[in-house]
Structure formats: structure tokens, C-alpha cells
């Protein structure tokens, strides 16, 4: 494709099929309204059509364009992002599900840039850029990526606090309405005993590998009155997971599992864990966040 022209405002694109009730948009919602629009010319480009939620409204509603590329083939979608000049194209999938990395492999952009969706190099030519910050791409680790690295100064990784926070505290005196509405969450809502010290992992399970789950099972057994909070994500999990800890000499009242919650109500629950024990494989990433919100420590 043909270049587009520099002068007047930058023209930033960013493609993500996970513009709805999708983590990325819990965590990315605020970014994009917030670009200078004297500076930036903001498009937004759909992989997935609107799921129904509040994100995707809201998410469609605050930038100056929104596009829609699901009735459109790689060829006719890229087409239509070179048309609009953008200068920057930011890929928000990289390798995950809804990805279409197809479009980006056409180059209709001037740069391309990897950000948020997926932690490791894409290793592909047509990527010329990668979101990061030194913590989580080290020096000595540089080698590793074909990209070359756009370092932020502190975490490359966003969170938009003003709808995590609302969840968690208390509606302000003077809206009686919402202070009637809102109450905190117990343990008894999940049958969780108030005299326990809880371990909690809410991460899909497929993060969860033999050792680390060892490591908690040898805790539990040194810990007294503790048990382990999962949840059943996917449901399919429970049985084997269950029968992993019976193996590691666990009783089945120390392994607790409850059904993966709407957003509001899984922010929540977070502060009714003692300690977040994190999967050392793959980590909790927006559901680090959202334990940190409720309050609870996190190892």
C-alpha cells in the first residue's frame, strides 16, 4: 500500500476483536477517549461485532470513529485502513482468539506496533514496534523479541481505575440511593468459612501446571484451618483438579471452587481471600489487577 501523507493531526489506528465485555476493554475502556484529539485523529477497527455490553457502547461512543471490519476479507479491510491514512496501527490481538493478523501482514499502516493482547514477540516482519516496560522485558531478554521495544517509563500495562474503584468502595454519603443499593461481600455468600485463612487463585485454570499446584497442596498441609478458592474456569477443571489434591494427601473441604462471576461482583469477592497465590507459568494479568482493587495481597 501506498504510504499515507504526513501533516496535520497523527492518525492512530487499533484493531482488537475484544472491543466488548472482554478484559482488554475492562482494562483499555478510558485510553482511547483519552487521546489529545488536537494532536491525534483516533479510529477504532472491530474484529467482532457489539456483544450486547456496556463496554462496547461506551468504547464506541467516546472515539471521533468507529469501524465495524467483520463483513470486510483481509484484502478489503486493509484497503479501507489505508484509506483512512493511518500512520500508526496498533495490533491489540497479536496470537489470540479473533485475531487477524492477516490484515496487518498486507502492512496498510506506516507502522505496526504490538500492545496488550499478547505478551511475547509475534516474530513477524510486518510488527515493527512492541508496547513494554523494562520489568516485564528485562535487558537480557531483549534478544528475544523481533520488535523493536517502545519502553514506557513505569508499567506498559493499563488499568482503568475509575471503574475498578467503583466497584469496590462505598458510594459517597450524599447518594443515599446507591448507599442503599450497595453491601459488601461476605463469605457466606460462597461458603466460605469466616474462621479460615483462604489461598485464592481466580485464574482460568489451563494457567495452573503440576509443580505450582504441589506447592500450594504442601502449603495447605503446613497452614492450619486453610483452604484453596478456585474457580471453575472452565467447570470441567473441578474433577481433576480435585482429584490432584486428593493425590497430594488433601481433603476435599480444603479445595473450594465457585462459579466465575459478572465483573462487578468478581471485583468484589477479591478482598474475601487472605492471599492471592499467583500462577508462576503464565500470570493473572487483568485478574491481578482486580484482586489488587479489592485490596488482597497478592504473591
Known amino acids: 500500500f501506498k504510504r499515507s501523507k504526513s501533516g496535520g493531526r497523527i492518525r492512530i489506528g487499533y484493531v482488537s476483536s475484544d472491543f466488548g465485555n472482554h478484559p482488554l476493554s475492562h482494562l483499555m475502556q478510558s485510553v482511547f477517549a483519552l487521546h489529545d484529539t488536537r494532536l491525534f485523529e483516533v479510529h477504532l477497527y472491530a474484529l467482532s461485532n457489539h456483544d450486547g455490553s456496556c463496554w462496547r457502547t461506551r468504547i464506541e461512543g467516546s472515539v471521533e470513529h468507529f469501524h465495524n471490519l467483520t463483513a470486510l476479507d483481509a484484502g478489503a479491510a486493509a484497503k479501507l485502513i489505508n484509506s483512512h491514512g493511518i500512520q500508526i496501527l496498533i495490533n491489540l490481538n497479536g496470537y489470540t482468539k479473533g485475531a487477524r493478523n492477516e490484515i496487518f501482514a498486507l502492512h496498510p499502516a506506516c ?49 482503568d481505575h475509575r471503574q475498578s474503584a467503583r466497584y469496590v468502595l462505598p458510594p459517597p454519603p450524599e447518594d443515599e440511593e446507591a448507599q442503599a443499593r450497595w453491601a459488601p461481600s461476605t463469605r457466606a455468600q460462597y461458603g466460605v468459612p469466616d474462621d479460615a485463612f483462604v489461598f485464592g487463585n481466580f485464574n482460568q485454570l489451563y494457567k495452573l501446571d503440576p509443580e505450582t499446584f504441589e506447592t500450594w497442596c504442601n502449603i495447605l498441609k503446613r497452614v492450619p484451618n486453610s483452604l484453596l478458592w478456585l474457580l471453575r474456569f472452565p467447570p470441567a477443571g473441578e474433577k481433576n483438579i480435585r482429584a490432584a489434591a486428593r493425590s497430594h494427601g488433601i481433603r476435599d473441604e480444603q479445595i473450594h471452587f465457585t462459579d466465575v462471576s459478572p465483573k462487578d461482583e468478581h471485583i468484589r469477592r477479591g478482598h474475601l481471600v487472605d492471599l492471592f497465590v499467583d500462577t508462576p507459568c503464565c500470570n493473572a494479568h487483568t485478574t491481578g489487577c482486580d484482586i489488587l482493587w479489592g485490596g488482597t495481597p497478592m504473591l
Open 111 to 159: 507502522l505496526q506496533v504490538s500492545y496488550m493482547g499478547f505478551c511475547g514477540t509475534l516474530g513477524a516482519d510486518y510488527i515493527e514496534y512492541m508496547i513494554a516496560d523494562p520489568r516485564v522485558i528485562p535487558p537480557e531478554e531483549r534478544r528475544h523479541y523481533t520488535e523493536s521495544i517502545v519502553f514506557m517509563p513505569h508499567s506498559y500495562f493499563v488499568n
